[in-house]
């Protein structure tokens, strides 16, 4: 799971990136509203922690226009004691959750475990279809019509984010952000051997034509065409 924090306080940000990867989550971390925009809008993330009170771009504002551009993912909201009015209009414009600052750390790993069980539950349990093809998330299993596949943790990453995204086109950089983490030092061609491998685990079920080249850009999962 992957997990977007946008708060601006550096210690605090620090300190939320540490315990949430304590935890076994992926994170990335921004100090501003247009930094958070931005990787927010590669849709490579489960949840985003979003603080109301940034630079650049206040988190409503953000939160309204991901909204907006149908990005649908939890958003747990951070606000400041006495900002009832935030609240609110947080929670009207699409914020899932909130929690009023200064909170406690195991508070807030609880709300996010809820979300995001919350958000499994809404895709059958944690499982994701498309065809023949399907993938189990809180289990990390990946099947063909029911059999099971026996795949890396870095081929089920691939598999699960191209059935999230099926008939669209992604880029090898979305893909190589969500798999291998924004800061990863490994470049595009990675992905291309990833898709090597996820092709010949699917051929012996005839399921490798799912994932299409799409020259100069990157890969798009789609049954025919």
Known sequence: MRILVVEDERPLLEALAAVLKEEAY??????????????????????IVLDIMLPELDGLTMLEELRRQ???????????????????????????????????????????????????????DGEI???????????????????????????????????LNREQILTKEQLLDRVWGIDSEAGPGVVDVYIHYLRKKLAPFGCDRFIHTVRGIGYMLKESG
């Open 26 to 47: 992926q994170v990335d971390c921004a100090n501003n509203g247009s930094d958070g925009m931005y990787l927010a809008q590669q849709r490579i993330h489960d949840l």
């Open 70 to 124: 149908g990005v649908s993912i939890p958003i747990l909201l951070l606000t400041a004691r006495d900002g009832v009015d935030d609240r609110g209009r947080g929670l009207d414009s699409g914020a899932d959750d909130y929690l009023v600052k200064p909170f406690a750390m195991p508070e807030l790993l609880a709300r996010i475990r809820v979300l995001l069980r919350r958000a499994a539950g809404s895709q059958s």
């Open 129 to 163: 279809s498309y065809g023949a093809l399907s993938v189990k998330s809180q289990t990390m299993e990946g099947y063909v019509n029911g059999e099971p596949l026996r795949l890396t943790l870095k081929e089920f990453e691939l598999l699960e984010y191209l059935l």
